[in-house]
Structure formats: structure tokens, C-alpha cells
């Protein structure tokens, strides 16, 4: 598959702009309230690049190996932040306390306490990642295991806990998973957590309509992935 060009990417990051701008517009919050995570998991590194040219400044990597390459190869990026999305081992955290500048997808003791051991130069700003609907096949902490889970993150060094994290199952109505969002909303508002990450290509708007801070958008920006 080749790699979309230029005026392609800039065309559907002015069309996600103006959605994500009209969705903050009906939620009545202001732009600034919602970080674009630009989502380039399976994409090689020069559409990382393209992404950074284009002036997207946050980009969402799934796998920690595919994650350590690419911050390496683009390391010449400035200002260019990694966003560590997907959960990952014990054995690959290593790879993420080195180059993420936020972890998205927190949901097990011994990779935080493995990110808090690895982790130098300043606090890894972590999401706890919560399986809101809880389906058995899903990653993610039952919404009751969370606040037990954040009093044993809170006792690590070099971890904060800023928010909560869901991936809801994929619906071809958006509609559907706005119940999800709000659980989730609820379930910060609770444990005085200020950021959410919710909303993919298919439901965004939705999420910031329900107070998502973070987006994680990869098809609507790049289009289909490589497999
Ligand atoms: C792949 C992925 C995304 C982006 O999904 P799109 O539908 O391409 O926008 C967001 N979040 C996570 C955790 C992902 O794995």
C-alpha cells in the first residue's frame, strides 16, 4: 500500500479539524480543551514525518518495539510527542518509559511498576485504561478494580496517573458507544481525574461531546492501514 500523499493528508486533517471544532462548538467548550492524537500504528516512519510536516504535533503508536524504532528514526522531529496507546508487557515497558511522553493504556501493577523502574528524566504522565462495557475479550480494568489500582500506582515514583483510557467495541452507530463515554466520564469526574482519552475515527465526536481531552485518530487522518 503506498503512502498518502501531502494534499491528501492535508485535506482530511482540515475536514477532522472542522469536525473536531463543530463537536467542541455543540459540547460548548473551546478548541484548546481536545489534544488530536495522531494515530500512525502499522504506518512506516515517513508518514510519521508527512504527519509532523503537516504540522500534527501528537502521534499515538500501539506496539512498543514499532514505537522505539519510529522515535528513533524520527528523533530529528521537533516537538514531535509520542503517545504510547495500545497496552504493552512487562518485558516491552522499557521501550515505552524511553520514548513515550504519555502512556494510554495502564491496566496491570507490574507494568507500572516496571515504567516507574525504567522510567528517567521526568514524571511519564500514564491513563488508566478501563473496560467500561466489560467484554471478556477486551483490555482494560473493571470499572470497580480502578480506584484500588490507582491507590498502588499512586506509591510509584516517576508515574502520574492523569486519566482514564476506553476502547469501546467498534458500532457502526456512534450513537451506541456514547453510553460507554459517559460511564467513563462519570468514573473520572469520581476519582478526581481531569483527562479522558476516548474517541476513534468512528465515534470522536461523540467522545467530546461525553468530555473526551484526548482523541486517538488514525483512519479519518492516514486511511486504511497497512496490515
Ligand atoms: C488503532 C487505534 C486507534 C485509532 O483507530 P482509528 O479507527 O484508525 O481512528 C485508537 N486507539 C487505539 C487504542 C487504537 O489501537
Known amino acids: 500500500m503506498g503512502l498518502i500523499d501531502r494534499a491528501t493528508l492535508l485535506a482530511n486533517l482540515e475536514r477532522v479539524e472542522a469536525r473536531v471544532a463543530a463537536a467542541c462548538a455543540r459540547a460548548g467548550r473551546t478548541r484548546d480543551t481536545v ?130 483510557m476506553t476502547m469501546p467495541p467498534f458500532t457502526e452507530n456512534p450513537e451506541m458507544v456514547r453510553p460507554a463515554f459517559r460511564r467513563l466520564a462519570a468514573l473520572a469526574k469520581e476519582l478526581g481525574l481531569s483527562q479522558l482519552s476516548m474517541g476513534t475515527t468512528g465515534d470522536f465526536e461523540v467522545a467530546i461531546e461525553e468530555g473526551a481531552t484526548h482523541v486517538r485518530i488514525g483512519t479519518a487522518l492516514f486511511g486504511e492501514r497497512p496490515e
Open 35 to 164: 489534544q488530536i492524537v495522531a494515530v500512525t500504528k502499522r504506518h512506516p516512519p515517513e508518514l510519521v514525518r508527512l504527519a509532523w510536516e503537516a504540522g500534527l504535533r501528537h502521534v499515538g503508536e500501539n506496539y512498543a518495539q514499532e514505537l522505539r524504532d519510529k522515535h528513533e528514526a524520527l528523533s530529528d522531529c521537533a516537538g514531535l510527542r509520542w503517545h504510547a496507546i495500545g497496552p504493552v508487557q512487562p518485558k516491552n515497558a522499557k521501550y515505552v518509559a524511553k520514548a513515550a511522553h504519555v502512556f494510554h493504556a495502564l491496566e496491570r501493577l507490574e507494568v507500572a511498576q516496571e515504567l516507574s523502574r525504567r522510567r528517567t528524566g521526568g514524571v511519564l504522565p500514564c491513563f488508566v485504561e478501563v473496560n467500561v462495557e466489560g467484554e471478556a475479550s477486551k483490555a482494560g480494568l473493571t470499572t470497580e478494580s480502578v480506584r484500588p489500582f490507582l491507590e498502588s500506582v499512586r506509591a510509584l515514583p516517576n508515574l502520574e496517573v492523569v486519566g482514564l
